[in-house]
């Protein structure tokens, strides 16, 4: 009579279908230890009954191709971004078990930011990643983990403190941020330490269960291709030199104290969604302030503007304003600046969009409305400007007009009539009036009320709603079937 006292964990593949011609060998070397990891992770997965809901997140190293053998869920992230790529896994399925899993390369050299952010955010998700002190996929490199003295292929004479400086301890390193829940180190080189390693991955997957936050386990693990060794010399040169510098054992725990970790979105129940659906309707057919929509020429319902001019010409600042009276007005908007590196005198611009339905992006490749207030802005532009959109533009500082003839032109001396006004600080509003009435989209008593909200300093409000008046009445005379003043 015989008992059966290993099988293979549910959670992997019996057969993988890497390889024509060969369903039963992985891809990794002989003595590896990712074979190891796989197995203690698959085996936790199956206990703790998550199989169904685990997604695993493969990085670019020699675990590449994980996803053959774990039969789970499984997303590939590009060289180092596993972290990010399990946040949004995880922002995205609550509920859903994820795992990132990487090498020491990926993770503290390329990926090194996005491990420490997504520790630094507490996110609840289960890390384990594998230091072999060595890039093991791409031949054996000098690793941020790799010792002092260690030949590798690119440090053939030992790592030398002068020259590539010190190991990087990432564990006790992101042990000292508030974000982590649970980080401990473990090792594959003897029946006892690999008990220890089961026994923190079941862990950090149960932590994730339990919703107790941000855990990593860090694996020091045997690479006899890249070390050059036996699978056996392998397992001694971790216990005899890898974890001198790595120490084993757990660095930080606060899973007893953590739960509720789990950044929930409001979930909507089934009855909920006609009412949702009927609000939005509304709000796309909401009367729009003062005017009447039907007012409104069409090409602008769903305005797509740029405006563009000398930094200092409050080009950004008239952007936010649009934006911000399109949202008292029940618009979808959006606004997105563009400036060079001078803080004066460089070139300004910014894209907003104000629409009666959802903005897919920010960026306003396509303008129906552009706002140049120099020269170089309408050369930039003018090509832009959707057939049928408008061009505004300030004819007192650009001399050579627009040469389209499928699109509206409104020339106004916005400078002149800013200086008529007492300040050429206001030429933005005068803009922003011959907006307004070029386009019927904003209405005058909104407009009026964002910009006194804005308007920091007073003595400039009284000018700004004069500024405002004056473009719109110059443009109201083009245009006096739209706009009276
Ligand atoms: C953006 C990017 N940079 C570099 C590479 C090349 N590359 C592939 S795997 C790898 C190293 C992997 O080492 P590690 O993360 O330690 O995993 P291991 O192979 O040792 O398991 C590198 C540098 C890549 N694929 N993508
Ligand atoms: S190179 Fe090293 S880490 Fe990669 S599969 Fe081979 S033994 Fe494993």
């Known amino acids: 009579m ?16 890497r ?54 869920g499984n997303v590939q992230a ?21 795992i990132s899993y990487q090498g020491y390369g990926a993770l503290a050299a390329i990926g090194g930011n996005e491990i420490l952010h997504a520790a630094s955010r507490g996110e609840n998700i289960s890390v384990f990643f594998v230091n072999n002190a060595i890039y093991g996929m791409t031949g054996g490199q000098m ?79 045997p690479c006899p291709t890249g070390w050059g060794m036996t699978p056996g010399d392998s397992c001694a040169w971790i216990s005899d030199h890898l974890v001198r510098t790595f120490p084993l054992g757990v660095i930080k725990d606060l899973s007893a104290e953590r739960h509720g970790w789990t950044r929930r979105r409001r979930t909507v129940a089934v009855e909920e969604i ?79 969009n104000i629409s009666r339905t959802p903005v897919g992006s920010p960026l306003v490749s396509d303008p129906s409305v552009l706002i140049a207030l120099n020269r170089p802005s ?23 007009p627009p040469t389209r003839q499928d699109v509206e032109i409104v020339a106004i001396p916005v400078t002149e009539i800013a200086d008529r006004i007492g300040s050429p600080k206001v030429a933005n509003m005068v803009a922003l009036g011959a907006f307004m009435g070029v386009t019927q989209l904003l209405g005058r008593e909104p407009i009026a009320r964002v910009i006194k909200r804005m308007t920091k300093k007073e003595a400039l409000l009284d000018l700004n709603l004069q500024a405002v008046e004056a473009g719109a009445g110059f443009v109201g005379a083009l245009h006096a079937d739209l706009w009276a003043v």
């Open 2 to 17: 015989y008992v059966k006292a290993l099988e293979r964990p549910k959670s992997l593949f019996g057969e993988f279908d």
């Open 19 to 72: 390889k024509p011609g060969d369903h039963l060998t992985t891809h990794y070397c002989p003595g590896c230890g990712h074979g190891n990891l796989h197995k203690y992770i698959a085996e936790a997965i199956d206990q703790l009954g998550i199989q169904n809901r685990t997604i695993l997140v493969n990085p670019v190293g020699c675990s590449v191709f994980a996803y053959y053998y774990f039969d789970v």
């Open 78 to 98: 590009p060289h180092g971004r596993a972290p990010a790529a399990a946040t949004g896994v995880k922002r995205a399925l609550p509920d859903s078990i994820v």
């Open 143 to 221: 690793a941020p983990t790799t010792l002092l003295g260690q030949r590798t292929s690119t440090s053939p004479t030992g790592r030398a403190i002068d020259r590539e400086g010190f190991p990087l301890r990432v564990s006790e390193l992101l042990a000292t941020l508030e974000g982590p829940t649970y980080i401990e180190r473990v090792a594959l080189y003897d029946s006892k330490s690999r008990m220890r390693a089961r026994k923190a991955i079941k862990k950090a997957l149960q932590n994730q269960v339990e919703e107790r936050g941000f855990s990593l386990v860090e694996v020091l693990s």
């Open 274 to 352: 006609p009412g949702i659906l009927g609000r939005l309707r509304n709000r796309a057919d909401a009367p729009l302030g003062s005017f009447d929509p039907g007012g409104i020429p069409a090409r602008y319902r769903n305005a797509r503007v740029k405006i563009a001019g000398f930094g200092g010409q409050g080009v950004l600042f008239l952007g936010k304003l649009l934006a911000e009276v399109g949202i008292a007005e029940g618009f979808h908007v959006s606004w997105l600046p563009s400036y060079g590196p001078e803080m004066r005198g460089g070139t300004a611009n910014c894209h907003v």
């Open 378 to 400: 309408l050369d930039k532009f003018e090509r832009e400007v959707v057939a049928g959109g408008v061009i505004i533009y300030d004819s007192s500082l650009i001399d050579v």
